[in-house]
């Protein structure tokens, strides 16, 4: 039972910051831009979120400079891409590569350095009721926050006057321009939603996820955030579905090694990304009656005045 | 007060040719700031990262050295992304080559193998870069999966791969633990230029890629069609061409080149097969190719410049302590400037005042 409890609980923990990423380019998408630099927002928002926690000795504000961090490097992939209106792919991979450097150098004095991480909630009572206590009662603010987030996202894509604006922006920027919509805003606003987001989680993981800071902590985790919402088809719901699906996939990996399993440590590491090649394929095989993704996601939107 | 772009009537082939000096201008000013902002005296930075390492003939030959690889993977990814294609995981077909090529190495170690060891780790390494790019591009073609996620996917599991090889069933008995390959035989060896030098043959054939390149994009029918395909794919399918074809042609062709620049480093600089062979080269390729231009001879020059970046970087550090991640910013911050920079070829910028937007009632 107890190991049960301990899984769940890791898978938890593991799926948050995909989640919390994903849920960015949920939004991002859903407006009709393909930001690709999820990996290099998350990790500058580790290094920064790991600077200020360390500086300032409160988890809080370390999630929030990993925040502003993320928000900060949306906004150079705003100008770029809605801005001047670069390939949106290729300005995603230099967003990437940028991140990766501006990571290194500003996590360089941090390394080797620990912090105590996020506190789980305890109410007595509650979170002492076996199996489902810790995994209800128990987690970090992060996991919580991140719930709230999709559920908030869903509303507001849903329920919301603009967030209808939002999708139409992102299935047809030529009609929501007519209509007389400022297209390029609103897009800027989800883009950089996408950037606090994904600064926050990769804050999550020298934050909550492990007391301390080492260069490329993300590991492919914003790609894998990235193909998360190609298997969502755009929709929040399913988002959740497959962030605990991957979550549990990392996490299968670290137990199989602990089991005994006779396989080399190097290929059940190498899991969650051929599970992501995989769910790529059958998903977008069963999609054959056309595409579920936002019409104009990733094309260029030039104002006609 | 407003920012807006303007369509061109036609791109401006002007500005097409000084874009990337422009870019690389932006990028310097940039970096001198930031050289200040980490308070280091940005004169002797710039002349440490740019001018240093053109004055010794151990560090020109390094950085052809070090631009072979990057010039070999970015001209197949200016193929493919002409065509339309975004390879990404130039960093793993690179890695994947070296493994398959290595294999040889490691099997005929020891043994009175002949000359023909070499020739055959680089068809195999080739062959073996072409299949691993040929993964996500069938899964493009046949199934619509997006070959931007799953070639970059493949990058960690290739990475993945070389380190459990070298971890275990090829790690050398007498390497102390470390996880790596005993050093390759003399055969197994790519020969030097230049006696006690550093430049070696994998440069000459780096110099035929690019020729090979040149020729194919400007002399062929299959270039032209790359061309078409990824310029205008309307009138692509309306002359006939298969974009289908073209992907599955680039991606084997890009993966092969990075898996022949993984054999060739592996057996020639580095000597022995390890982790961390590549300092990202399948991803800086990516800068090459823009900087270039996406054309054979700016690849060229755009690879030795970044070349440049790599060893002005190592000795910034050795002699200012600069840390070497701020080649990684620099390159980003390129790539950033060559995108944007691009964007007024198509476009011109003009600054509008919203009063006489207003006034003119459009909306």
């Known amino acids: 039972m107890e190991l049960v409890e301990a899984i769940i609980l890791a898978v938890l923990a593991a799926s948050t910051p995909l989640l919390i990423a994903a849920t960015g380019e949920l939004v991002t998408e859903r407006a009709g831009v393909l930001n690709l630099g999820v990996e290099g927002m998350m990790i500058v928002g580790a290094a920064c979120g790991f600077a200020g926690a360390w500086l300032t000795g409160s988890i809080f504000i370390g999630a929030l400079f990993g925040i502003v961090a993320g928000m900060l490097m949306s906004l150079i992939f705003a100008l770029m891409a809605l801005g001047l209106a670069v390939n949106q792919v290729a300005t995603g991979l230099a967003l990437t590569i940028l991140g990766v450097g501006l990571s290194g150098l500003i996590g360089a004095g941090f390394v080797g350095e620990r912090i105590t991480p996020a506190v789980h909630l305890y109410i007595p009572g509650l979170t002492d009721i076996p199996l489902i206590g810790r995994v209800l009662f128990g987690e970090d603010a992060f996991v919580y926050f991140s719930l709230a987030l999709i559920v908030g996202v869903w509303w507001f894509l849903y329920r919301t006057r603009p967030g209808l604006i939002l999708r139409a922006c992102g299935d047809n920027h030529v009609s929501a321009h007519a209509l007389g919509y400022p297209v390029l805003r609103i897009r800027t606003f989800a883009v950089m939603f996408g950037g606090a987001c994904a600064g926050l989680a990769g804050a999550y993981l020298p934050l909550a996820y492990t007391p301390f800071f080492i260069p490329g902590m993300t590991a492919g985790r914003g790609w894998i955030a990235l193909a998360l919402v190609v298997f969502s088809s755009w929709r929040p719901g399913r988002l959740v579905v497959g962030a605990y699906l991957f979550g549990a996939v990392t996490i299968l990996q670290l137990h199989a090694q602990g089991w005994g399993v006779g396989i080399p440590s190097q290929f059940m590491s190498a899991l969650p990304y051929l599970a992501t090649v995989i769910v790529l394929v059958l998903l977008s095989r069963a999609r054959t009656g056309g595409s579920t993704a936002p019409a104009a996601l990733g094309t260029v939107f030039v104002p006609d005045r | 007060m407003q920012l807006v772009l303007e369509k061109r009537a036609e791109r401006s082939n002007t500005i097409a040719l000084v874009s990337p000096l422009i870019a690389i201008g932006l990028t310097i000013v940039t970096m001198t700031i930031l050289f200040a902002i980490l308070g280091k005296n940005p004169l002797l930075a710039l002349h440490a990262y740019f001018i240093a390492p053109l004055t010794d003939s151990y560090s020109l030959q390094e950085i052809a050295v070090k631009a072979t690889p990057l010039v070999m993977i970015a001209i197949g990814l200016s193929l493919c992304y002409l065509a339309n294609a975004w390879n990404i995981g130039a960093e793993g077909q690179f890695l994947i080559g070296a493994v398959a090529g290595s294999w040889i190495a490691v099997k005929t170690q020891g043994t009175d193998a002949g000359a023909w060891v070499l020739p055959a780790m680089f068809v195999l390494a080739a062959a073996a870069g072409a299949l691993y790019a040929l993964i996500p591009a069938i899964c493009k073609v046949k199934f619509g999966a997006s070959e931007i996620l799953t070639s970059l996917m493949l990058v960690y599991v290739a990475d993945l791969f ?157 002699a200012m302590k600069i840390p070497l991640d701020v080649t990684k910013v620099f390159q980003g911050i390129l790539l950033f400037y060559v995108l944007a920079c691009d964007s007024l070829i198509l476009y011109r910028f003009k600054l509008v005042f919203p009063n006489r937007q207003v006034a003119r009632g459009t909306g």
């Open chain 2, 162 to 318: 070389l380190d459990y090889l070298v971890r275990g069933p090829w790690r050398d008995p007498h390497g102390f633990n470390f996880p790596t390959t005993a050093e390759f035989d003399p055969v197994a060896t790519v020969p030097l230029l230049i006696e006690g030098g550093r430049l070696h043959l994998g440069s000459i054939i780096a110099l035929l890629v690019v020729a090979a390149a040149a020729i194919l994009l400007g002399r062929t029918i299959k270039g032209f069609e790359i061309r078409v395909v990824g310029a205008a794919p309307r009138a692509a399918r309306f002359g006939g061409f298969n974009a289908n074809q073209l992907i599955i042609l680039t991606f084997a062709v890009s993966g092969a080149l990075a898996g022949l620049a993984g054999i060739v480093e592996v057996a020639g600089p580095v000597g022995h097969l390890q982790p961390g062979i590549s300092p990202g080269y399948g991803f800086t390729a990516i800068i090459v190719a823009f900087l270039g231009r996406l054309n054979p001879l700016g690849i060229l020059i755009a690879g030795l410049f970044l070349a440049l970046t790599f060893i002005g970087g190592e000795q910034a550090q050795i």
